[in-house]
């Protein structure tokens, strides 16, 4: 994986429930920290885009993807545990 990568997260929220402000404040920390200047986040919430997020396979929220650089990767919760969520999405190399 090139560091120099752009990386593309797709966040489905469900309105300004608490833990989709949570998610969203952690993975904006975590992209400041381990992705200076290199990330997108697209924010979707399902309340207003329902049909998105059924298209999308979107059963829970709040549910992040990692669209670019591939694979794609899924994660659903706060993200609120660093280290597990670099895990998940296969940045965990970023954080060393």
């Given at each position: 994986m090139s560091?120099?990568?752009?990386f593309?997260?797709?966040?489905?929220?469900?309105?300004?429930?608490q833990?989709?402000?949570?998610a969203?404040?952690?993975?904006?920390a975590?992209?400041?920290?381990?992705?200076?200047?290199?990330?997108?986040?697209e924010?979707?919430?399902?309340?207003r885009?329902?049909?998105?997020?059924?298209?999308?396979?979107?059963l829970?929220t709040?549910t992040?993807?990692k669209?670019?650089?591939?694979?794609v990767?899924r994660?659903?919760?706060?993200?609120s545990?660093t280290?597990?969520?670099l895990?998940?999405?296969?940045?965990d190399?970023l954080a060393?």
């Amino acid at each position: 994986m090139s560091r120099c990568a752009l990386f593309k997260f797709r966040l489905y929220v469900a309105g300004d429930a608490q833990n989709s402000a949570r998610a969203l404040a952690n993975l904006t920390a975590l992209c400041r920290t381990h992705l200076p200047d290199r990330h997108e986040i697209e924010v979707v919430d399902v309340l207003r885009e329902p049909k998105r997020a059924l298209a999308d396979d979107i059963l829970m929220t709040p549910t992040l993807i990692k669209l670019e650089p591939p694979p794609v990767r899924r994660i659903v919760g706060t993200l609120s545990q660093t280290q597990t969520v670099l895990q998940a999405l296969g940045l965990d190399k970023l954080a060393k």
